[in-house]
């Protein structure tokens, strides 16, 4: 039965596409983009060293890129202008009557040894790049790298784990498409800022800044045209990042939304196809994803245009820098020589690359920023309570379970108000009422899967909230009508509350839960996989193996929550032979409502109204005229 009111509840009929609802998850939805950013980079902290060894090579690469464009101004001024004035003095030196030829022969020979001189310097020094560079760019491109992939794996090990201590009405009001967009989807983009910021910015900026001072030595006047790029480019930046976090943040929402119809279309697979509904889901979830492209292509033309403006700023300062230089040369102006301006107008190109890179930079973080904010909403999400300083372990249990004037509400929806309840140690204590009563919810409440909210739960006489929630686990075990299973092998899941019990500890188990039998018929036995949620053995089977599951733990208190409503009748029977052995000697909650379950339990609480409206044995029950003996006899016309 279904007790977990928060959950959405929709007609069959209508689209899975359309089901869901809005989360809610931290108190500052909006956050801070600044906060954001820093937050993100905070998760870079435990690797600073391999940031700084990526740094250091990014610069010397940066370095290396600005000082190959560097060399062409003694190329030019050095080597290839002397070189051609080498035949004007040849011109000289053919005129042998000329009383200068002399003089001009004498002053050949030294242009040529000058000449020689440094054109192998030159050459010296860019082998030497040439050499270094493919180096200086393994090291920081690994570097980088490195630090990407650890970044993304941390920060989907830190949702990972924030999942798991969510308390479970979370999980219960929350789509599983939700989680699996944040621990997939939003983590990639938002690890694309500290991919952004530790990759292509550690060049950038080393090129924009290595260039700006070799600029600035070759020609402070150009420089200054130069600089005249960063209010336009600042500008740019500014309106139009605030559009693409804004249109970014629309899209990761839309992504969710159809990761979630994703999910539920494969989780209702079955009454799809039977009620023959294929083409209406194939059209809401092709609506979903047009309207996912439409959002993701308002982010992709922001940052074309942003892009096209950037573009159209450096553009008009290269050419720029071109006609002033021109202009200087030909006037005689600034000291600019041929190869300084071409040396220049080399480095102010390798200067507009980094820029216009730095501006992709700025529009990729403001993309990133509500990724971010979407993990951190999950992040500081409140968690399970924990335990009290001075919370102590559960010893054995002697006396039994007592609710006192427990109130429990799902959002709106009062499920108990005041209810009173005793469970005797070694009692089986069965629950009854109508779908909806409450009867999970108590179970829910004993596991500490919710927090009362009035009233107290006691175990021996000790507050469930004195406990440690490590000994109350340990203490218990639940057996659910979902026969969950993980997808592994039949030993696994058997052995999953004590993954080191010894093989012959697991064989008992199972012989006590009836499932020996059809495991040794398998054709790997224990070692044979279950699938995913067990999908390759039966409804029957998959109980059993709970059962045995649940018995390997050995627990104290045993919750029993409609382990055969689902089955047919011979799968029932092993069922109910394997609950009778785990049930021996243990204290019950069992909640179910078919009447062979019911007559197994010691007394049986009736749940209406918010209440337990009569407590007693099925015989007791029967003889009074009320709900009990209304929903037997209901049961008894039906089963006809």
Not at 248 to 271: A, D, F, N, P, T
Not at 537 to 563: K, M, V, Y
Not at 618 to 638: K, P, T
């Amino acid at each position: 039965m279904e007790d977990h009111l928060s959950r959405p509840v929709s007609d069959e009929g209508a689209s899975l596409g359309a089901r869901g609802r809005a989360s809610e998850w931290g108190p500052d939805p909006t956050g801070s983009a600044p906060r954001d950013l820093l937050r993100m980079l905070g998760f870079a902290r435990p690797y600073l060293w391999v940031i700084a060894i990526a740094i250091a090579f990014a610069w010397l690469y940066g370095g290396g890129l600005s000082a190959r464009a560097l060399l062409i101004r003694p190329l030019v001024d050095d080597v290839a202008i002397p070189h051609a004035s080498l035949s004007s003095l040849d011109d000289l030196l053919d005129a042998s009557e000329r009383p200068d030829a002399d003089a001009a022969a004498r002053e050949r020979e030294l242009l040529q040894t000058r000449v020689r001189e440094n054109f192998v310097r030159i050459a010296a020094a860019g082998v030497t790049l040439i050499l270094l560079m493919p180096l200086l760019r393994i090291v920081r491109d690994y570097a980088s790298a490195w630090v990407m992939n650890r970044l993304r794996i941390d920060l989907r090990s830190a949702l990972g784990a924030k999942l798991l201590r969510l308390p479970l009405a979370r999980h219960v009001g929350e789509a599983r498409g939700e989680f699996i967009t944040r621990i997939s989807s939003d983590t990639r983009v938002a690890n694309s800022a500290n991919q952004a910021i530790f990759g292509e910015l550690l060049e950038d900026s080393a090129v924009v800044l290595v260039a700006l001072v070799l600029c600035i030595w070759i020609s402070w006047q150009l420089s200054l045209s130069v600089l005249l790029i960063a209010p336009p480019v600042g500008l740019v930046l500014a309106h139009f990042g605030g559009r693409i976090r804004d249109s970014s943040k629309r899209r990761q929402e839309q992504v969710s939304e159809v990761m979630k119809q994703l999910v539920q279309i494969l989780s209702g697979i079955k009454v799809i196809q039977a009620f023959g509904t294929q083409d209406r889901e194939q059209r809401s979830f092709r609506t979903s994803l047009l309207r996912s492209f439409r959002r993701s292509m308002k982010v992709v033309r922001h940052r074309i245009l942003s892009r096209a403006a950037i573009e159209l700023i450096t553009q008009a300062s290269a050419v720029t820098v071109l006609l002033l230089g021109a202009w200087a040369i030909l006037q005689g102006s600034w000291n600019l020589t041929l190869g300084k301006l071409m040396a220049f107008a080399a480095i102010s190109t390798m200067l507009y690359r980094p820029v216009r890179g730095i501006a992709s930079m700025w529009n990729t973080i403001q993309a990133a920023i509500p990724s971010a904010r979407r993990l951190f909403e999950v992040l500081d999400a409140p968690e399970v309570t924990p335990d009290l300083p001075d919370a102590r372990d559960l010893g054995q249990v002697t006396q039994g379970i007592r609710y006192e004037s427990v109130s429990f509400r799902y959002e709106r929806e009062q499920v108990l108000d005041g209810m009173d309840l005793e469970i005797h140690a070694g009692e089986v204590m069965a629950l009854v009422g109508r779908s909806g009563a409450g009867k999970t919810t108590i179970a829910d409440l004993l596991l500490r899967f919710h927090e009362p909210e009035r009233g107290r739960i006691l175990i021996d006489g000790i507050d469930l909230r004195n406990i440690r929630r490590a000994s109350l686990n340990a203490s218990t075990a639940v057996v659910t009508q979902d026969a969950f299973l993980f997808d592994d092998t039949i030993r696994a899941n058997i052995a999953y509350g004590r993954p080191d019990a010894p093989m012959e500890d697991l064989v008992r188990v199972a012989r006590a839960a009836y499932a020996h039998e059809f495991i040794e018929k398998l054709p790997q036995g224990y070692d044979t996989p279950v699938g995913e949620l067990g999908g390759q053995l039966s409804g029957g089977q998959r109980q059993r193996l709970t059962i045995a599951r649940a018995l390997l733990r050995d627990p104290q208190i045993l919750i029993f929550d409609e382990a055969t409503s689902a089955l047919d009748a011979t799968s029932e029977q092993h069922v109910q032979k394997a609950t009778r052995e785990l049930m021996r000697g243990r204290t019950v909650l069992l909640i179910a409502h078919r009447l062979s379950t019911l007559k197994a339990a010691d007394r049986i609480a009736v749940v209406d109204r918010r209440h337990i409206v009569a407590t007693g044995t099925h015989a007791e029950l029967m003889a009074q005229s009320g709900m009990y003996r209304d929903l037997v006899e209901a049961q008894m016309i039906g089963d006809r």
